[in-house]
């Protein structure tokens, strides 16, 4: 929830599944089906997918796939979320040449460490995600994701109470 998630993910097939982070996949090999919210697509070496928080998304990884996947979590996601009100990137980015420009900061926050300053952090996120939304148009936010203030809600409890005996009720 409060720390950035950065890793080179080799062949990896992620189930369906959605989180309160803007996810940003960058193929650095091969290529990968997506499927983000309803869309499925072919996602090649220098494509970027954006999956923006609460979309449901998945991948299916080829034999020689190679992504560096960010997750930006809620409490460090604040200046995007303002960019986009009520609007997100397209999933698929595939505008290869302008997106190997913005491979280093992806980099550059798989090689941080722990004693990496978060300001520091949050300096290549405000580049990667301000060259993003220079270049690539908004587009609307899915209506299925529009209101998941429900959702919000029982991941706010389930934080909240997670040391506790959890019930259905």
Do not use: M, W
């Amino acid at each position: 929830d409060s720390k950035i998630y950065a890793q080179v993910q080799k062949p990896y097939n992620s189930k369906l599944h959605f989180h309160r982070a803007f996810e940003i996949a960058y193929i650095t090999e091969g290529e990968a089906l997506y499927k983000v919210e309803e869309k499925s697509f072919i996602a090649n070496t220098d494509d970027i997918i954006f999956s923006h928080c609460y979309y449901r998304h998945c991948s299916f990884d080829t034999p020689y796939h190679s992504k560096i996947v960010i997750a930006v979590p809620d409490a460090l996601s604040y200046d995007f979320s303002v960019l986009f009100k009520d609007t997100t990137l397209p999933a698929h980015l595939s505008d290869t040449n302008f997106n190997k420009k913005l491979l280093p900061y992806f980099q550059a926050l798989v090689d941080a460490d722990n004693n990496t300053s978060e300001i520091i952090l949050k300096g290549y996120l405000n580049l990667i995600f301000g060259y993003l939304a220079s270049h690539y148009k908004n587009v609307a936010i899915s209506p299925k994701s529009k209101n998941v203030s429900i959702i919000v809600e029982i991941l706010d409890f389930i934080s909240l109470h997670c040391n506790e005996p959890l019930t259905l009720d």
